[in-house]
């Protein structure tokens, strides 16, 4: 078994409605259900928005610790969700439901080792 991360990227800007957010809630939380049925399911959170993160940086034997997320963008990492599946195949077909779930870009990618 190899484990792979499911990295849910979503759009910077005002969340979805209630209606539109229960939906994709409900629908993500069956996914997520049917993995830890399934036996494959290790882990997985949403992010607080990027505005939450603290970046530090090594600099000239220093760290300095700056406010917000490492590079600003069109869109950020707001989840994720980590396998644990025999294969590319299988991990690829768990991330495209989750992408069918939460209705976003999902990055598939083993961990090293």
């Known amino acids: 078994m ?5 990295s849910v ?3 910077d800007g ?15 939380t069956a996914v997520n259900d049917d993995m830890r049925s399934a036996g494959v ?7 607080l928005p990027p505005s939450s993160a603290t970046v530090l940086r090594p600099r000239d034997g ?4 700056t406010d917000g997320p490492f590079a600003e963008g069109k869109e950020h990492l707001g989840g994720f969700t980590i396998v644990d599946v025999p294969d590319l195949d299988a991990a690829l077909e768990w991330g495209r439901r ?3 779930a939460t209705t976003l870009p999902i990055e598939v990618r083993p961990f090293a080792g």
């Open 98 to 100: 989750v992408a069918l």
């Open 41 to 47: 399911w290790v882990f997985s959170n949403g992010l």
């Open 2 to 6: 190899t484990q792979y991360l499911l």
């Open 62 to 65: 220093e760290v300095l610790v």
């Open 14 to 28: 005002p969340i979805p409605e209630p209606d539109v957010l229960a939906g994709i809630e409900r629908d993500v």
């Open 9 to 11: 990227y979503q759009p």
